[in-house]
């Protein structure tokens, strides 16, 4: 048997016909930049977050990028975010000339620890950057009273978390800022790179329009030094078309995680936790497994696709060696590195399919 880590091909056989009417009608129309569909979805994405106003831009990498810009961070300035996270949420804060300050995780959900942030905060301390990983979101409550009492923005890394919720409030509803991928793995994927910006802040949403558009306002008059952070119409064609299905896909997602869960209850195999005050979307469905490497190899020969969300954590990546932190600064986040993988869970995922990947874990383990 075979079983991918992801199926894209079984999801756009369900809804082929519908994207390509969609996107056949921007080709039309030739409005290839900007136009009603960019700000239809825009509008529902919006909604989806509770959030009064949406900003499509072109990836979620530069989501994060222009939230930063825009919120004036830059030289000088530190960052305070998690080392257990994909490169772009640390990069995006070195690409703007600020300092990422990390701080270390929680062992069981692999979010930032909040614990652990007053202590990191100093003079030059402008933003808090919280990463929901996996689809689960961090414990907002306490990150939020922090930044409140020290006046630091929150710009949520919600690009695995799209709909996700906390204590029934939305990802990228809690911080300044939420910031989302639509890559094409994730529960909302568009077609290609794009990503959103989402606020309740009517200065700050004006200031995020402006600077995906290199700054611009109006036509070439540059009062800021901008990007071209703008997301196609044809990445918000298929968006729209997805967006409608998004609940049950995450539905059906959490459905599979509870057939693992069942499945690998009293072995060696340690499941996620998903907090009481939290409702995932599984964005990926991440194990802990002794002889983790071994785990990995014996399943890619199995046919069976798996990833590891991260082998190595930021503060060890060579590029921020400048940052100097050892081995053994971060240790939960290294231990996380060293025993996490993620299973196969997408929405079209079979019982059969799952149990042959419980069993070809277990008997590789016994």
């Given at each position: 048997?075979?079983?991918?880590?992801?199926?894209?091909?079984?999801?756009?056989?369900?809804?082929?016909?519908?994207?390509?009417?969609?996107?056949?009608?921007?080709?039309?129309?030739?409005?290839?930049?900007?136009?009603?569909?960019?700000?239809?979805?825009?509008?529902?994405?919006?909604?989806?977050?509770?959030?009064?106003?949406?900003?499509?831009?072109?990836?979620?990498?530069?989501?994060?990028?222009?939230?930063?810009?825009?919120?004036?961070?830059?030289?000088?300035?530190?960052?305070?975010?998690?080392?257990?996270?994909?490169?772009?949420?640390?990069?995006?804060?070195?690409?703007?000339?600020?300092?990422?300050?990390?701080?270390?995780?929680?062992?069981?959900?692999?979010n930032i620890n909040p614990a652990l942030?007053?202590?990191?905060?100093?003079?030059?301390?402008?933003?808090?950057?919280?990463?929901?990983?996996?689809?689960?979101?961090?414990?907002?409550?306490?990150?939020?009273?922090?930044?409140?009492?020290?006046?630091?923005?929150?710009?949520?890394?919600?690009?695995?978390?799209?709909?996700?919720?906390?204590?029934?409030?939305?990802?990228?509803?809690?911080?300044?800022?939420?910031?989302?991928?639509?890559?094409?793995?994730?529960?909302l994927g568009g077609i290609g790179d794009?990503?959103?910006?989402?606020?309740?802040?009517?200065?700050?949403?004006?200031?995020?329009?402006?600077?995906?558009?290199?700054?611009?306002?109006?036509?070439?008059?540059?009062?800021?030094?901008?990007g071209n952070f703008r997301l196609d119409?044809?990445?918000?064609?298929?968006?729209?078309?997805?967006?409608?299905?998004?609940?049950?896909?995450?539905?059906?997602?959490?459905?599979?995680?509870?057939?693992?869960?069942?499945?690998?209850?009293?072995?060696?195999?340690?499941?996620?936790?998903?907090?009481?005050?939290?409702?995932?979307?599984?964005?990926?469905?991440?194990?802990?497994?002794?002889?983790?490497?071994?785990?990995?190899?014996?399943?890619?020969?199995?046919?069976?696709?798996?990833?590891?969300?991260?082998?190595?954590?930021?503060?060890?990546?060579?590029?921020?060696?400048?940052?100097?932190?050892?081995?053994?600064?971060?240790?939960?986040?290294?231990?996380?590195?060293?025993?996490?993988?993620?299973?196969?869970?997408?929405?079209?995922?079979?019982?059969?399919?799952?149990?042959?990947?419980?069993?070809?874990?277990?008997?590789?383990?016994?």
């Amino acid at each position: 048997m075979q079983v991918p880590l992801l199926d894209l091909k079984a999801q756009y056989a369900t809804i082929k016909d519908e994207v390509l009417e969609q996107i056949n009608e921007v080709l039309d129309t030739q409005r290839c930049i900007g136009g009603p569909k960019i700000e239809e979805l825009e509008c529902a994405i919006a909604g989806v977050c509770n959030c009064k106003y949406a900003v499509g831009v072109s990836s979620g990498t530069d989501a994060l990028v222009n939230s930063l810009m825009s919120l004036g961070i830059g030289q000088g300035d530190e960052v305070i975010t998690t080392p257990f996270t994909f490169f772009a949420t640390v990069g995006s804060i070195a690409r703007v000339g600020a300092t990422p300050v990390f701080v270390d995780i929680d062992p069981v959900t692999y979010n930032i620890n909040p614990a652990l942030i007053e202590s990191a905060i100093t003079e030059r301390t402008k933003a808090i950057m919280p990463v929901h990983v996996y689809g689960q979101m961090a414990d907002m409550d306490p990150i939020m009273q922090i930044a409140g009492q020290s006046s630091l923005a929150v710009i949520e890394d919600a690009a695995q978390a799209i709909s996700a919720t906390y204590k029934g409030k939305k990802a990228g509803e809690m911080g300044t800022c939420g910031c989302f991928s639509f890559f094409p793995s994730k529960n909302l994927g568009g077609i290609g790179d794009g990503g959103m910006i989402v606020t309740n802040d009517e200065e700050l949403y004006h200031q995020l329009f402006i600077m995906r558009n290199h700054g611009m306002e109006p036509k070439y008059y540059h009062k800021y030094i901008g990007g071209n952070f703008r997301l196609d119409p044809i990445q918000a064609a298929a968006l729209l078309v997805k967006l409608p299905l998004l609940d049950n896909w995450s539905q059906a997602r959490r459905k599979n995680a509870a057939y693992y869960n069942k499945k690998f209850k009293e072995t060696v195999v340690q499941t996620p936790m998903v907090s009481e005050d939290c409702v995932s979307i599984y964005n990926q469905y991440v194990i802990r497994v002794p002889r983790r490497n071994e785990v990995v190899k014996h399943l890619q020969s199995n046919n069976i696709g798996c990833e590891i969300y991260y082998p190595v954590p930021m503060h060890l990546q060579e590029c921020f060696g400048y940052l100097s932190q050892d081995v053994g600064s971060f240790p939960e986040a290294e231990k996380a590195a060293n025993e996490v993988m993620a299973l196969p869970i997408y929405p079209e995922l079979t019982n059969e399919m799952q149990d042959y990947v419980v069993d070809t874990i277990l008997n590789f383990l016994s």
